[in-house]
């Protein structure tokens, strides 16, 4: 894919059963690290919510749902989160 790799917009959440908001996977998190390593990143207006790279998880509320624009979306659903995926999956941003 080469050059195109570098127009890819990757982004990387987890729906906890325990948490009422998904989270998102900063650049300094394990994925994070994985996607850069591919030279895969995400969109620029996640980025802007980190705030030091200590920040490896980013709460995420329904209202702001347009910050999960990426042309790639990788979610992972724990088992006691499917309502709430299903909740943020049915949304209009």
Do not use: C, T, W
Not at 64 to 79: E, G, K, P, S, T
């Amino acid at each position: 894919m080469g050059d195109k790799l570098d127009k890819i917009k990757v982004y990387v959440s987890r729906f906890y059963g325990q948490v009422q908001l998904p989270k998102f996977h900063s650049q300094s998190s394990f994925p994070g690290n994985i996607m850069a390593e591919l030279g895969i990143y995400m969109p620029v207006n996640q980025m802007n919510l980190v705030k030091s790279p200590d920040n490896h998880l980013i709460i995420l509320s329904l209202e702001r749902i347009d910050l999960l624009d990426a042309d790639i979306l990788f979610v992972a659903v724990d088992m006691g989160a499917k309502e709430l995926f299903r909740k943020y999956q049915n949304s209009q941003p």
